[in-house]
């Protein structure tokens, strides 16, 4: 299960450094006048919501991965890290397709806790996807997995956005977040096909 948590730290991780889990709520903070002690407050409460629609999932996924590896045999050996790997070559393929969330303030004037409502809701209405099989493949192990890899995800999740949101606000940081994103579906598919394919020798 090394193979599993290790797997799920890189894809955590990477949700949160990719922009369009934070930049919206930067650029709307810069445009706002908002503080920097504002601006962290409203993407952790955004990214805890963003983390808790796809810890919710998860949950649902894994309880289905507990009773596959209970009721069919070899479940847990072969069939879900074949699933990783699948899931992978397919975030490969379609990644230049991959649908981003993006908020977009209009001009006329709107309250900051209308925005915040918008964001937290946007946020939890697009959970990530990508995560779920490694839900599928923990709920094989029993709910002591499944609970640990939503602790991880929520904790990687909302830190890694609140500290890169942070950083940016400062411009302590200047990357090209633009190719970073567009290549997120790669970088996700490579890390799913490498999971699935060491769990079919570490168990």
């Not at 949160?16 to 889990?21: D, G, R, V, Y």
């Not at 045999?73 to 990783?84: H, M, T």
């Not at 397919?90 to 001009?107: A, D, E, N, T």
């Not at 029993?142 to 991880?152: D, E, K, S």
Request: hydrophobic share 55%.
């Amino acid at each position: 299960m090394i193979t599993l948590i290790v797997g799920s730290l890189i894809l955590s991780v990477l949700h949160a450094l990719i922009p369009n889990h934070w930049l919206p709520v930067l650029a709307i903070a810069k445009k706002e006048n908002w503080s920097m002690q504002q601006t962290t407050k409203v993407t952790f409460i955004a990214g805890l919501s963003h983390a808790l629609s796809t810890v919710l999932i998860g949950v649902i996924i894994g309880v289905t991965g507990f009773q596959l590896a209970a009721n069919v045999e070899y479940f847990a050996a072969y069939i879900a890290p074949a699933v990783l790997t699948a899931l992978g070559i397919f975030y490969i393929y379609q990644h230049h397709k991959h649908k981003h969330f993006h908020l977009h303030r209009h001009k006329e004037i709107v309250s900051d806790n209308k925005v915040i409502f918008s964001l937290v809701v946007a946020m939890f209405f697009s959970p990530c996807f990508e995560i779920e099989a490694y839900f599928l493949m923990a709920g094989t192990s029993g709910w002591w997995m499944v609970t640990l890899l939503a602790i991880l995800y929520t904790l990687v999740t909302v830190s890694g956005m609140v500290i890169w949101v942070s950083i940016t606000y400062r411009g302590l940081l200047k990357l090209n977040w633009h190719t970073l994103e567009h290549n997120a579906g790669v970088i996700t598919g490579i890390t799913l096909v490498l999971t699935g394919i060491l769990s079919f020798f570490i168990h």
